[in-house]
């Protein structure tokens, strides 16, 4: 087991383009979990290339407990990775492709019969040794693949997307085996999704991407309290937190027919006199006692057994804004009604307008 460290790590595919990962600064601990996640095209598999030796670093170095790997054959850099479809050899059984990386690796026929076997009874795969690729569902492929990594004992576990070809119902079942895998054996795990759902999940911490750029390093709570910029609250959370651009008033900003209260220093913070707000939807309250807020007309609401959610819209500005407010399950207003949702004090993050990094703290920051 080792630690991971990309030190302005840079990869860029033609000169004078922009790179695809910019001058990434990444401390990953012995045995942590960490999960890189953002949208597609952001540098996230890029990333876990650079560090498996699949893409070459620009600038910058990557190091594997200590050890500058940069220039090291992949082979030679002690990783294991699990790739989005499988890799499984069709011709070989369960058990002899689990073993077929220790084969060529010289490792004796007894040890890897040893290795192979423990490695079937923490997956459950010890009734399928014997039987072909073909013949196992989905699920069961994906725990091959993931014997194949294990039996390595290799000091990094590396894991591209490797839930994205099961149905959904298979996938909650699947990333929980693995994330809890990962904590038995205490391997270092780097992980890559686009599903910031399967991030906050799993990781022990989260490392968010856009753009080729690292936008934040932190645990799943602290991404989901605490972003420290736009792009960050609306990509972390399912659904998505609002975010609404509005007027700074005295003592706070305007929202509909209330004030939400902020800080002198938020304020004095901003850039101007506007402000982007960002509201989860949990912290929305519906038809206050007071009426003050926003007004909102409903367009739907999904229910979601004893919660749901409201997606309507407004408008702010002059321009329809879509918002959407978690709601009794069983007791809910309907499409086509018009609500006031009032935004729950102190749970309302204030983000720079123009550069859009965060101003204020919740007061959940403190618990």
Do not use: W
């Not at 479809?85 to 220790?102: D, K, Q, R, S």
């Not at 994205?164 to 992980?191: E, F, H, M, P």
Request: hydrophobic letters at 40%.
């Amino acid at each position: 087991m080792a630690s991971v460290t990309f030190d302005n790590a840079t990869r860029t595919y033609t000169e004078g383009t922009r790179p695809a990962v910019d001058k990434l600064n990444l401390e990953v601990a012995d045995g942590e979990f960490l999960v890189l996640v953002g949208p597609s095209g952001c540098g996230k598999s890029t990333s876990l290339r650079m560090l498996a030796g699949l893409e070459e670093i620009n600038s910058g170095r990557v190091l594997i407990g200590g050890r500058d790997v940069t220039d090291v054959r992949p082979k030679d850099r002690d990783i294991a990775m699990v790739f989005q479809n499988y890799a499984l050899y069709p011709h070989m059984t369960v058990g002899e492709n689990m073993a077929f990386g220790l084969k060529i690796a010289g490792v004796s026929k007894e040890e890897r019969g040893r290795r192979v076997t423990e490695a079937a009874k923490l997956l459950d795969l010890e009734e399928y040794l014997k039987r072909k690729p073909k013949a196992l569902s989905g699920g069961q492929r994906q725990r091959v693949a993931m014997g194949r990594a294990i039996v390595r004992q290799p000091q990094v576990f590396l894991m591209d997307e490797p839930l994205s070809n099961l149905d959904a119902k298979l996938r909650v079942q699947t990333r929980t085996q693995i994330a809890s895998l990962q904590r038995r054996l205490g391997v270092t795990t780097i992980y890559v999704t686009h599903d910031q759902t399967e991030a906050l999940t799993m990781g022990d911490r989260i490392a968010v991407l856009s753009d080729g750029h690292l936008q934040q390093v932190g645990t799943p709570r602290d991404l989901y309290e605490r972003p420290e910029n736009v792009f960050v609250a609306g990509f972390i959370g399912s659904p998505a937190m609002n975010l609404f651009t509005t007027d700074l008033v005295e003592g706070g900003a305007q929202f509909g027919s209330e004030v939400v209260l902020l800080d002198r220093d938020t304020i004095g913070r901003a850039n101007g006199k506007r402000i982007t707000m960002g509201v989860r939807p949990e912290d929305f309250v519906v038809n206050p006692a007071d009426g003050k807020g926003l007004p909102v007309v409903v367009d739907l609401v999904e229910e979601l057994g004893a919660d749901g959610y409201l997606y309507g819209h407004t408008e702010i500005g002059g321009a329809r804004q879509q918002v959407i407010a978690r709601v009794d399950g069983r007791s809910h207003p309907h499409a086509g009604e018009q609500v006031t949702l009032a935004a729950t004090a102190g749970h309302v993050l204030a983000f720079d307008f123009e550069s859009g990094v965060r101003l204020n703290h919740r007061s959940r920051d403190a618990t």
